[in-house]
């Protein structure tokens, strides 16, 4: 090889080191996530997540880093777990159109994967991409456990709507600090 220069001792330890904050963060994630899925569980009545193909996903260059970071599938390994421990209920759905799909009206509104925001031409709701798909997975969820979704609801169900409502902004928040104090390793 021309030109190439045998690599330095720092370049390796720098490399080991590398190698070991890898494993800490790993680890600190998994514990994260843990933590996590018992305290969506404790602090829901029902939890839906979508049943994501990580396989297929994982081949998608675009998606592979995220989700496998994220460890998407233990984390609904460990949410099937709490359900059963905590006795909640806790579904798995298809994630078919669930980011296409209008959560108001059930336009199907095709989207790339950049677009971050729903803007249905059918009903003119814009909401973003996230909330809209996990609409529709509550929405799907709720179905399959067949409780009615009435967006128009009896104040009792508003009140429902309102504390996962909060739980969700409890949960972004939870979220925010772990991967701040991730990010903040030393
Ligand atoms: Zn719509």
Not at 6 to 29: D, E, F, M, T
Not at 117 to 125: F, G, I, N, Y
Request: aromatic share 6%; net charge positive.
């Amino acid at each position: 090889m021309k030109g190439a220069k045998p690599q330095s001792n720092n370049y390796h330890k720098a490399r080991k080191r590398l190698g070991r904050i890898h494993l800490k963060v790993q680890r600190q994630r998994k514990d994260w996530a843990i933590k996590q899925a018992r305290n969506v569980v404790m602090s829901s009545d029902v939890v839906v997540y979508e049943n994501l193909q990580i396989a297929n996903m994982v081949k998608n260059h675009h998606l592979a880093k995220s989700i496998s970071d994220a460890g998407w599938y233990q984390y609904t390994q460990w949410l099937d777990y709490y359900g059963k421990i905590l006795d909640k209920v806790v579904v798995a759905v298809s994630p078919n159109y669930t980011s296409q799909d209008c959560s108001n009206c059930g336009h199907r509104v095709q989207k790339s994967l950049s677009t971050r925001t729903h803007s249905c031409p059918s009903c003119k709701v814009e909401i973003c991409r996230d909330t809209n798909a996990a609409l529709n997975i509550l929405h799907k969820g709720l179905n399959i456990l067949g409780i009615e979704w009435n967006k128009n609801g009896t104040s009792g169900q508003e009140e429902s709507a309102e504390q996962s409502g909060k739980h969700g902004e409890k949960t972004t928040a939870v979220v925010d600090k772990q991967f701040d104090s991730i990010s903040g390793l030393r």
